[in-house]
Every structure is written in C-alpha cells, then in structure tokens.
C-alpha cells in the first residue's frame, strides 16, 4: 500500500474552507514559432499524458481509511482524464503583468477536488507581448495539493515533466506494473494494515528514545547558553495585520532578482544567499510598514521551511521542517541588518539540526486523522488565528533548475512560486531560482495584504539600494514587468 506518512497527510487535516493547502508555480512560456494557443494546448494533453508513469501524483488519487483509524492512501485513478487536469484560461485584456497576476490569485484561493489526482494545469492565454500581438505566449499556472510534495519535491518534478532541449526526448511507454497498480483497497486489508502501523509505530517511538532524549538535552543547553541561542526570540511575534485569520480572497504580487548580484553582494558581507534574501525581505517589510505607520518596534520573524532530505533523496513527498529567523526589520543600516540576519539563520540552523531527532515525520494513531481535521475546523471557526503567533510571516529559498527548460516545445521564460496563507501568517515570500535569476512569488490573504504588489516593490527598492551601497560599481538592473518579446529577452543583471 502506497500510503501517506504523517506530514504528506498533515496537510489534508490542515485543509479548511479558506485555507486551501496547494502550492503552485508560473511558467511564461515561449511559443514555437507558427503554433497558436490552441494548437499549444490540443498538443500539451498528450504530451503530458505521456509522462504521466514518471510523476506519480499525475494519477494517484486519494482513498481514506475506515473510521479514519490511520493516514489515506494513494491508489490508481482509473478514471483518469487528462482533460479534467490541463484546461484554458484566458486572461483580460490588454493581458499584462497585473492581470496575470490578479488571474492567478483568483485561480489560487479556489479549493482542489479531492476525488481525483491532486493536480492541474490551467494554461494562461491572451497575454501581452508588449510588440502588440497577444498569440506568442502562454503562462502554465501549475497548482498541486501540498500532501503530494514538498518544494524540492516539486522541482523534481518540473524537471521530469519538462526538457532540456526544444524537442521532447523520447518517453518510453508505462510498463505492465503501472497499469496494474490497485485503483482501490478492501476496507478489511485497510484496517489491518492500520493497526500494523500502529504497532510499528509504537516500536519506534520506544526504540528511539535514546536519540530524542538526547536531542531535547541539545536543545535545552542551546537554549540556555547565551552565546549560541535558538535563532530568534522565543516569544510570541510582534502583531501585523498579517497575523490575523484570513478571508478565501487572495492576492499575488512577482518580482525578480539577479543570482549574481544577491551572491555578489553576500560575498561582499561574508553572506550566504540566502542571508541576504532573507534581509531584503527584512528591509523590504521594514518600508513597506514604516510608510504606513505601523512598523513594530521588535522585529519581525519569519518561519523559513527546512530540507530534511539527504542528498539525492528526489522522491516525490514531504521532508521539511521550520526554523524561525529573526529580519532585522527595527535595523536600519542595511548591511548591519545582514549580519543580524545571518546570525539568526546560523542558530536556527544549528538548532533544526540538534533537533533532527525530534522530528520524525511518521505518526500513527487511531482517530489521528479526525481530530486533526476537526481541530483545524475549530479553529477556523473560533478565529484563532487572532491571538498570538510565532512567527509574522513564511518565506522560502527553493533551489530550481540551472539550465533552459522546454515544455511541449515551448520555451520556459519564467518560475514564479505560489504558495499557502495561513490562519495566523497570512503572508508567504517564496522564491525559486531559475537559470540564473530568483523569481520571487508573493502569496496572501487579500485581508492580510491587499497590496502584495507594493510590498514586491518595496522589497526590489531595497535590493537596488542595497547592490548600490554594497556594489557601487556595479550596474543595477531587476526585472519587475512581464518578460518582453522572445527575440529580445535580457538577460538580468
């Protein structure tokens, strides 16, 4: 049986009415030459249904447990339709940056089907080209269900769907096997293999007590050692209109930054890339509250998700964990808010590792299921998300494809990320590198954030001012609109 460890199905039961749990991402695509957008589409399905063997979510859909005694499984979807996944959308004129990216926040805030695979691929048509024609390109707003995978997961992914050249590589066809797979379980081989889990589940948690106890001893002289510390206050955060329980509308806000530039400028402070997207993330918020009045006087912390995956591990699931980063947002010297930044993210990296032990992502319980769902429920119901939190806001560092991908013959200009608002955090940052550039996706609730594209501009603004104070001799370049014409696509600097 093909069934979900604790964290792929925690997502499920964390699943509410106006908390979806599917990330996303965007992929501008360069159409071949004398192909419209229809032909594209009419020609995507079959692509796609090809690889559908090599990503398993493509057609595995969900069957529970009865009486909800252990996690859902994954079995055969054998009414798989490839039309029901990969469908038109056209966006409204004139088709620029602000429509996309209104299309997607409203793509985004609606809930997935549970009866069948976790996926779609709505491909985004009319978009302008800024040379007048609205044919020559596509977006792909790719959306699946958290329970499938996590980021790393889910560039694995990309890369397995997608090509490296501009003709498709040959696919061998699904052996025997995948055809074979069980599109159903009897309920009685379900409640044996429950209990079963249980069992072992319990084994394991007595057998890995040495470990944990030692892991929880780390922690404790972590914590009262002064000169190594947890990587932010362990205090609740300070309150933003982001920690508040969100509403179903959504907003979507792109942006762009130059890997060079970022590493250039980490270089300069003894910084790694991600310390500094981390503090212009900081700075960024640190403009975009001081302009309205409301900026904290203790800064902000932001939950980042942590790989727990060992090197080369490319299956399809979750392996993460979350570390809390202090953002330096009451700092007002830029470079000063880096080293801030980056001694944070040291002990809370440091700390996620004493505390590896602890974080097993397998539990199995009678009922589990239930009473996770209903406690979300609750506390939507309740407005929990009202009191205090520990974290403001989530943001993420996904590493993406080094090289040109193509789809279908289509050439990938763009890897903008989607991803979750919470009740509590109704504002996540992620970014996704990409051949070179950080295509940076701001996700949240319309109530949290009505404006993600003024928090987008004032984060770029930081970065311009940054690169200046840090790189003077340096020219400075962000792409911030849609991507121009194909025959004249730059390069960023």
Avoid at 281 to 292: D, I, N, P, Q
Wanted: with cysteine; aromatic share 6%.
């Amino acid at each position: 049986m093909y069934k979900l460890s604790a964290t792929d199905a925690g997502f499920l039961y964390a699943e509410t009415p106006l908390c979806p749990m599917h990330v996303a991402s965007v992929q501008v695509m360069a159409l071949p030459d004398g192909v419209s957008e229809d032909e594209f589409i009419a020609s995507l399905k079959p692509f796609i249904a090809a690889r559908r063997h090599l990503v398993p979510y493509l057609t595995n859909r969900l069957q529970a447990t009865p009486f909800d005694l252990d996690h859902p499984l994954w079995v055969r979807d054998p009414d798989f339709d490839i039309d029901r996944h990969i469908y038109r959308v056209d966006v409204p004129a004139p088709g620029g940056q602000a429509e996309l990216e209104r299309t997607i926040a409203e793509l985004h805030a609606t809930p997935m089907d549970r009866r069948r695979p976790l996926w779609e691929t709505a491909v985004l048509c009319g978009l302008a080209d800024g040379d007048g024609s609205r044919n020559r390109r596509v977006a792909y707003y790719n959306r699946v269900h958290h329970a499938c995978l996590d980021g790393m997961a889910g560039q694995a992914a990309t890369m397995t769907l997608m090509d490296t050249q501009p003709e498709p590589r040959p696919v061998p066809t699904p052996p025997a096997e995948f055809t074979a797979r069980p599109a159903h379980h009897d309920a009685l081989s379900l409640m044996l293999d429950a209990w079963q889990n249980f069992a072992v589940a319990q084994v394991d948690q007595f057998t890995g007590w040495p470990k944990r106890l030692d892991a929880s001893a780390r922690l404790w002289q972590r914590a009262l050692d002064s000169s190594k510390g947890l990587g932010a206050p362990q205090a609740p955060a300070p309150k933003t209109n982001f920690n508040r329980p969100i509403g179903a509308a959504r907003t979507f806000a792109v942006g762009e930054l130059s890997v060079a530039d970022i590493k250039a400028v980490g270089r300069a402070l003894n910084a790694t890339l991600n310390d500094v997207f981390l503090a212009v993330c900081g700075g960024g918020l640190r403009r975009y509250f001081e302009a309205k009045g409301e900026l904290p006087k203790a800064s902000l912390i932001a939950g980042c998700p942590v790989s727990l995956r060992q090197p080369g591990d490319t299956s399809l699931n979750n392996q993460v964990t979350m570390m809390q980063v202090a953002l330096g947002t009451g700092i007002a010297d830029a470079k000063a808010r880096i080293a801030a930044v980056a001694a944070s993210a040291r002990a809370a990296k440091a700390t996620t590792a004493d505390a590896a032990p602890l974080l097993s992502g397998e539990a199995a319980l009678p009922g589990l299921p239930a009473a996770l769902r209903n406690a979300a429920l609750w506390a939507e119901r309740t407005r929990a998300g009202d009191g205090p939190q520990s974290i403001n806001l989530v943001i993420s560092n996904v590493p993406g494809p080094r090289q040109t991908l193509y789809s279908n013959g289509a050439r990938m200009l763009t890897h903008y990320p989607v991803s979750i608002a919470a009740h509590g955090t109704g504002v996540n940052l992620t970014v996704q590198s990409y051949d070179g550039v950080l295509y940076l996706g701001i996700t949240a609730c319309a109530k949290a954030l009505p404006d993600a594209d003024r928090l987008r501009d004032e984060m770029l603004a930081e970065f311009i001012d940054l690169k200046a104070a840090v790189l003077p001799a340096k020219v400075h370049a962000l792409s911030v609109a849609p991507p121009p014409p194909v025959e004249t696509l730059p390069r960023v600097a």
